[in-house]
């Protein structure tokens, strides 16, 4: 997979990249504690090097193996906290896995053991990014949208999406988990939405929160801010999976190469007729549906499954 601006690439078979020693800066990210408090700590020492590349400056990695694409948030000593440049090289990661035909599933995750992604890096995202102080109005209302521009990507990607989840999702993290179709999530996994305690509101993630679970539910994590745990996520139906820690790799790896195995072509039509309807009345909805499925019998991964099938075979999709 070529890299995009912004985003260092790997081929090797994926392993989380490791975290830094260094001191931990305060971060004003959402960890997930009702009081809002930040922890100082040192990070163990790298077992590999980790590569920079472009203008996030390795704030995000790539690699692609075996049809799957794994895109990590690099800032562990952060708590893969959310800047502009993880939202610029999430963006650039997932065009290019989209542009990829050899990409076809994409794993989502963040570096190290404790942080899928802890929200926001309040500190760092005081401005609109343009490395302005003075930032207009315009320009910070803007900016603000980036993260839906997020969702979107992988909402669009015409290829299934994975978070893998080995630690805090909280705030805006939380969201770009629900924004994948699937959470695979470590039983030492937390989740919540804390923004009220520190007098803000989750709205940008509002819409993949009730698109995970009973509005009504959503809504109390909002009110509450309180933080869920692995079993309970999964319990409420916003976590597809929960693995014990360290079956999370195998359980995320298992998962995709399924995914990866399906047809491409039906896929994307399938996944793509999943989110059209989803807003649509009842007739409106299965008008679209049968229209969808005559389309897809018309592609030649259709006629080839069908045909695998009857000669008892493995299908041999080509993607059209």
């Known amino acids: 997979m070529r890299a995009a601006p912004g985003v260092a690439t790997r081929r090797s078979p994926y392993r989380p990249p490791a975290r830094h020693r260094h001191r931990r800066r305060a971060t004003r990210d959402f960890r997930g504690s009702p009081q809002g408090r930040y922890r100082r700590r040192r990070m163990p020492e790298s077992s590999s090097p980790v590569v920079p590349a472009g203008p996030a400056d390795g704030e995000v990695l790539s690699d692609h193996a075996g049809g799957v694409a794994r895109i990590t948030i690099n800032r562990a000593d952060r708590r893969n906290a959310m800047s502009w440049g993880v939202m610029t090289g999430l963006r650039d990661a997932l065009s290019a896995a989209k542009a990829d035909p050899d990409v076809r599933v994409a794993v989502l995750t963040g570096a190290g053991d404790e942080a899928f992604c802890a929200g926001a890096d309040l500190g760092a995202m005081a401005g609109s990014g343009h490395g302005a102080a003075d930032d207009g109005f315009l320009d910070r209302h803007q900016s603000r949208g980036v993260l839906a521009g997020v969702f979107q990507d992988l909402w669009h990607l015409g290829k299934p999406t994975i978070a893998r989840v080995q630690g805090w999702a909280m705030a805006g993290g939380l969201g770009l988990a629900l924004a994948c179709d699937l959470v695979v999530a470590s039983d030492r996994a937390r989740f919540g939405a804390p923004e009220i305690n520190v007098g803000l509101w989750p709205y940008m993630i509002t819409v993949p929160l009730m698109r995970s679970m009973p509005p009504k539910k959503a809504l109390e994590l909002m009110l509450t801010g309180r933080v869920v745990a692995a079993d309970e996520a999964e319990r409420i139906g916003f976590v597809t999976r929960v693995v014990p820690h360290e079956g999370l790799d195998a359980a995320v790896d298992e998962l995709a190469a399924t995914l990866a195995s399906k047809s491409p072509a039906v896929m994307k ?29 018309q592609t030649e991964d259709a006629a080839e499954g069908i045909a695998a099938f009857l000669e008892k075979r493995p299908p041999q999709w080509t993607g059209r």
């Open 269 to 297: 039509l399938g996944r793509q007729a999943f989110y059209g309807v989803w807003d649509m009345a009842a007739p409106e909805a299965l008008t679209h549906l049968h229209a969808m499925l005559t389309l897809t019998n």
